[in-house]
């Protein structure tokens, strides 16, 4: 079996799907001593740096040119931006339910290749199974009735995280079309070492809680700098390179399942029948998404 073609990027895939619902819980534990600017700029820097010194002593080509500019601005994209968004989310509503609403991210990704060149147009069925899918999103916000019934907090990271994955899709599919001779890989940590140096000013300069160190965040991190990075983004950026998007775009799925486990486990966030009836109803209208539409890049 391990001489399948495809043997190697679907196993990048499960990795994907594991490491990164684990990290929605180490995000969590690295905001109780970093603040959201600091953390994403130094993981990304450590992660980045680590990658490319890995390249430059093993002789690899290294992105140049063009190339390098189009993964540096796909990484400010995905991971500035796009993980960015996670990482403010996660300081005002539970980790759980943020990866709960980013399995929505298909809507996204599908969306971006329509509106992009050459991309697949949404059809009915299409539209009709994203509508599900935020229909059952909609279920998040009313846990009560009355006119104070929505929870701003979670209508704020709600937005935070639109932002976030619309970034994130338009950024990976222009990683896929802008795909040059490097590995993906090594592609991969010039896209974090440019987000991480993209937000290194910002974190100097914007004013933000100062750094409370403890045992428990810094471990947290340098988990999220080995398996969310080196491990999960390197394993991403090579099945976005090897499989077709749509396929690709199953993580989310499994993503939510762990993060929502581990939230419970570790700081007992909130999951009840209106969690599990959003979420069957959300994964029902992704799947139909996935079924109508044959999107590849």
Known sequence: MQRHPLFRPYLALVAVCFFWGTTYLGIRMSLESFPPLVLVSIRYLLSGSILLLFARARGLYLPRGRELAAACFSGFLILGIGNGALVFSEVIIPSGIAGLIVTISPFWMVGAEALLPGGERLHAPTIGGMTVGLLGASLLFTP??????????????????????????????????????????????????????????????????????????VLALLYLVCFGSLVGYS????????????????????????????????????????????????????AAVKRFSHAKS
């Open 235 to 286: 394993a991403y950026a090579y099945a976005m390179d090897r499989l077709p998007v749509a396929i690709v775009s199953v993580y989310p799925y499994v993503n939510a399942v762990v993060a929502v486990g581990l939230g419970w486990l570790f700081y007992r966030e909130p999951f009840g029948l209106r969690e599990a009836v959003a979420m069957v109803i959300i994964f029902a209208g992704v």
């Open 144 to 217: 009560d009735l009355g006119p104070h019934a929505v929870d701003r907090n979670l209508l704020k990271g709600f937005l935070i995280l639109q932002v976030g994955m619309a970034a994130w899709s338009f950024g990976s599919i222009y990683q896929r079309r802008k795909a040059g001779k490097a590995h993906p890989v090594i592609a991969g940590g010039v896209q974090q070492l440019a987000a991480g140096l993209i937000l290194a000013p910002l974190a100097l300069t914007i004013p933000e809680h100062p750094i409370h160190w403890s045992s428990r965040s």
